[in-house]
């Protein structure tokens, strides 16, 4: 399985954005999704997770904000993100697991994605 990992860019606090995860082959239903940020220096940390059938967990600082979602036939999953904070700022990247479940922990993954960059400004 191959990640594209797009829609990052600059953005103003308060502002949205929309990621988009596109995989190849055609087993992607049968994947778990997860977005995961890292910023330079830090550990890279879970943003949301979603199982083939849709079960989704966030992490408590994008609960209400942020909204991953998955479109099976496109072999595509998606983070729109909300109320954009300065905080926000990273790396986002994108991973696949064969599993069912919804994975919170990366080591859980198979595939990663190059990353895109969300800067927010203050």
């Known amino acids: 399985v191959q990640l594209q990992a797009s829609g990052g860019g600059l953005v103003e606090a308060g502002g949205s954005l929309r990621l988009s995860c596109a995989a190849s082959?055609?087993?992607?239903?049968?994947?778990?999704m997860g977005w995961f940020r890292q910023v330079s220096g830090k550990q890279r940390e879970l943003v949301a997770a979603?199982?083939?059938?849709?079960?989704?967990k966030y992490a408590d600082s994008v609960k209400g904000r942020f909204t991953i979602s998955r479109d099976n036939a496109k072999n595509t999953a998606y983070l729109q993100m909300n109320s954009l904070k300065s905080e926000d700022t990273a790396v986002y990247y994108c991973?696949?697991?064969?599993?069912?479940?919804?994975?919170?922990?990366?080591?859980?993954?198979?595939?990663w994605g190059q990353g895109t960059l969300v800067t927010v400004s203050s």
């Open positions: 991973a696949a697991g064969r599993r069912y479940y919804v994975e919170i922990d990366q080591r859980g993954y198979d595939y």
């Open positions: 979603i199982s083939s059938g849709g079960s989704t």
């Open positions: 082959g055609r087993t992607f239903s049968g994947y778990a």
